[in-house]
């Protein structure tokens, strides 16, 4: 009888085998949720809420965070792989097949008589080993060239939506991590502003090389397209307000209330004359110059008719996130008063347009010269696609992020998998005692995700990891699976490449999370219950 039955008569108690059961069924239900996904050619989850919303992923971070898992074992594993995606932006679906297969494979020694502990040695040892092939294997470790990042992203991006779509986005996401990367600084993706339409197709998904705001003019006269702008962008109220003073007013006529009005009214359009004054200043008669308002502010309708009738395009109540996104796109300084406004606060754009859809308003801001904000337009049918690409573009963009950061990338393909596994067969015939079975589990579980990859593409997995295996023995070099063929192909040359910092993370997290579970030999529940009623 378990101790904690002592303490507690209520509590609920697995032990020893039956512990170690509940982990490891836990880890394999969870693995054959996800193992379907992986890859380029895996399929699609459907995920309905309680409120009826539809949601079709094949994104592991995103199924995961959206599935309600109820066993703490999952649960935990669950937690680490999004974790990982948290860390790297790749990853889970692969840390959950790999943790599913490390238990899976341990268990055909424990259920022999094998104590937990020498295979955790083992995992220990193959871990370490798995790491050196691992930085053995780096491609390109230096500066990384726009063609290396693009098959980063590729490879990323196609086991996340259709491979026409995916080379789309491959280009986009590059070229907006690549503008807004300023060596030494570290990246901000943040400055890469994800904006949605629900309009046209999927394809239509573009890289805007500046800003596109989700609301436009609000006056019916203000210009629509303006060509060769200046960017003033302000915090400052261009809106009548009452004098606020805790004092009453007494007025000994009706004159002397009209010229406190006047006299407040004076105070807004004094701030509109002095930016219309810039304005004639920068954009002289004749010059094919132009003039923009972003104001953080109100502007009152007599004020945005006095900037309607200068051919000024203003906009008002602009959110916060667009306001400091606009001084890095397109330069200039945010002006919180009107008194010091000068040429040199100014920014510069090329072309400013607003487009209407339906009953929305957008502006774009274009043809910026040097912007360290850009925009991605993610353009969609409905709501399903523009969910699933928003996805997939976080994603895409952290492999960018996470290549020029490692400054090395290795290959894809399961190619990292089958390396460390030949690797670790040889290692095995140099470790005493029963931790050699914990580096033959550990190199067996690695196979999971060459396995996976081709049975996911209709090939028979057996046969796959025999032709990859001769392949790696015969060449020497780094092979993975062709998942249009089932043949060994060196996947450098395809331009199949993977994240070193994710396959890194994954080998330490999966031996982490497996060994633990292996070595716990008891789980109680034990917690506080009403004793009401």
């Known amino acids: ?56 992923t094949k994104d592991g971070m995103v199924l995961l965070k959206e599935m309600q898992i109820q066993h703490p074992t999952a649960s935990l ?17 692969s840390n959950v097949l790999l943790i599913g297969e490390l238990l899976k494979q341990a268990e055909l020694y424990i259920t022999e008589g094998l104590h937990p502990r020498p295979l955790v040695d083992g995992f ?11 930085d053995e294997l780096k491609l390109k470790t230096g500066a990384i060239d726009r063609d290396t990042l693009l098959s980063v992203a590729r490879t990323s991006l196609r086991t996340k939506v259709h491979a026409a779509l995916a080379d789309v986005l491959t280009a986009a996401v590059v070229d907006a991590v690549l503008a807004i990367h300023r060596p030494p600084k570290p990246i901000d993706l943040f400055m890469v502003e994800m904006m949605e339409m629900q309009h046209k197709t999927d394809m239509d998904t573009q890289l805007i090389k500046g800003l596109v705001l989700d609301h436009g003019g609000r006056h019916p006269d203000m210009p629509k397209r303006l060509e060769n702008c200046f960017i003033l962008t302000c915090n400052v ?10 004092a009453g007013f007494f007025y000994k006529t009706a004159a002397e209330r009209e010229a406190m009005v006047v006299a407040e009214r004076k105070f807004i359009d004094d701030r509109v004359a002095k930016i219309i004054a810039l304005k004639k200043q920068v954009c002289p008669e004749g010059s094919g110059k132009s ?7 109100g502007i009152d309708p007599l004020s945005l008719d006095a900037l309607a009738k200068e051919g000024i395009m203003a906009l008002r109540r602009a959110k916060r996130r667009n306001m400091e996104r606009l001084t890095l796109a397109c330069g200039g300084s945010p002006m919180n008063s009107v008194d010091d406004i000068d040429a040199s606060a100014l920014g510069h754009a090329g072309l400013v347009y607003e487009h209407v859809l339906g009953e929305n308003k957008y502006t774009f801001v274009e043809e910026v010269s040097n912007p360290e904000s850009v925009t991605l337009l993610i353009k969609g049918p409905n709501s399903y696609t523009i969910t699933q690409i928003k996805d997939a573009v976080h994603d895409g963009l952290r492999a960018v992020k996470n290549a020029i950061e490692d400054a090395s990338v290795v290959p894809g393909a399961g190619a990292v998998e089958i390396a460390a596994y030949m690797a670790l067969h040889k290692l095995k015939a140099t470790v005493h005692g029963k931790a050699r079975l914990g580096v033959q589990a550990f190199a067996d579980a690695l196979l999971v995700i060459p396995k996976v990859l081709a049975t996911n593409s209709g090939f028979d997995a057996q046969e796959t990891i025999v032709k ?24 450098a040359d395809e331009g199949i490449l993977d994240n070193y910092i994710v396959k890194r993370s994954l080998l330490h997290s999966c031996a982490a999370i497996a060994s633990s579970l292996l070595l716990v030999d008891e789980v109680m529940r034990a917690g506080m219950t009403s004793t009401k009623g």
Do not use: W
């Open 1 to 56: 009888m378990a101790a904690v039955t002592t303490l507690n008569p209520k509590a609920e108690v697995a032990r020893a085998a039956q512990a170690l059961n509940l982990n490891i069924s836990a880890a394999r239900g969870l693995q054959e949720v996800l193992r379907t996904n992986l890859g380029p050619r895996g399929t699609m989850k459907m995920l309905v809420s309680g409120a009826g919303d539809i949601k079709i």
């Open 291 to 297: 003039f923009v308002i972003f104001n953080q502010k």
């Open 77 to 93: 594993i669950a937690r680490a792989a999004t974790a990982q995606d948290d860390m790297t932006g790749d990853g889970t679906t």
């Open 124 to 134: 220990d040892i193959a871990k370490k080993e798995s790491l050196r092939v691992l």
């Open 237 to 246: 109220s261009l809106e009548y307000e009452k004098t606020e003073v805790n």
């Open 468 to 491: 990859l295996q001769e392949a790696s023995a015969a060449t020497g070099q780094a092979v993975g699976v062709d998942l249009s063929t089932g043949e060994a192909i060196v996947p």
